[in-house]
């Protein structure tokens, strides 16, 4: 599990659609990487303050915008 991995199974980890095994790794992984740490925070915020004002599920182009958002937010703090 690396980081790269932690932003591709972001939204499943936050939709709880995770295999239990990949979960426990994410999670091992978010223990020791305060980057993906400060990653899942803001996306769980953004996302509860999305579902605040819409009771829906992440439309696809929203789930797909936020993917693209994090990578290049990823690599920047990588770089
Ligand atoms: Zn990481």
Redesign the pocket.
């Known amino acids: 599990m690396?980081?790269k991995t932690?932003v591709t199974e972001l939204t499943n980890y936050l939709d709880d659609a995770l295999d239990p095994m990949l979960r426990q790794a994410l999670e091992q992984?978010l223990g020791k990487?305060k980057?993906?740490r400060l990653v899942v925070d803001t996306t769980k915020q953004t996302i509860q303050i999305y579902c605040n004002s819409e009771p829906a599920p992440l439309p696809t182009d929203t789930r797909q915008r936020l993917h693209a958002a994090l990578e290049k937010k990823l690599r920047r703090a990588r770089a």
């Open positions: 690396n980081c932690i992984h990487c980057d993906c």
